[in-house]
């Protein structure tokens, strides 16, 4: 499974909601994990360390500092579903072409040789920013021996 954060709260305790590329909105209390990982007991104590949390660049978890972080897969596959914010559609294409793309085993940098699109405009896009043309869509999704199509719903 491939997600992505793109937000991440921090609530009253020790508990916080992260929102995904898809939309979902999790909540989780990090209390969960204070007797498997004693380190994170840190959080509980020092209120100032655990709301100096913040996502890591690529959206796979929350870094506290070089010691304390936790992975976004474990808040996405064992926190509460609280609600979904709405995508934009090119969240929604950064995600497909991301998961896409790691399915088929091909970092950025492979796919960016194989597309001639830079890295950095592709990582753009699976973070769901900028403003991609179609064609640059299709030149990627191409490179990654797919096609693309259109619905109107």
Excluded at 93 to 116: D, F, Y
Excluded at 119 to 128: R, T
Aim: one cysteine or more; charged letters at 25%.
């Amino acid at each position: 499974m491939f997600v992505k954060a793109i937000n991440v709260r921090f609530l009253e305790g020790t508990s916080l909601e992260m929102t995904f590329q898809d939309g979902k909105i999790v909540r989780y209390d990090m209390a969960r994990m204070f007797s498997k990982f004693p380190q994170l007991g840190e959080l509980k104590t020092n209120r100032a360390l655990f709301e100096r949390g913040r996502l890591d660049p690529g959206g796979y978890g929350v870094i506290w500092n070089d010691d304390l972080d936790f992975d976004a897969m474990s808040i996405y596959e064992c926190g509460e579903v609280v609600g979904y914010s709405e995508t934009t559609i090119n969240q929604q294409i950064g995600l497909l072409l991301a998961k896409t793309r790691e399915e088929m085993n091909l970092t950025q940098v492979e796919l960016s040789k194989k597309s001639h699109i830079d890295q950095g405009d592709i990582s753009k896009i699976e973070k769901g920013l900028g403003n991609p043309t179609i064609a640059k869509i299709s030149k990627l999704f191409k490179a990654l021996g797919k096609s693309i199509s259109l619905t109107l719903l």
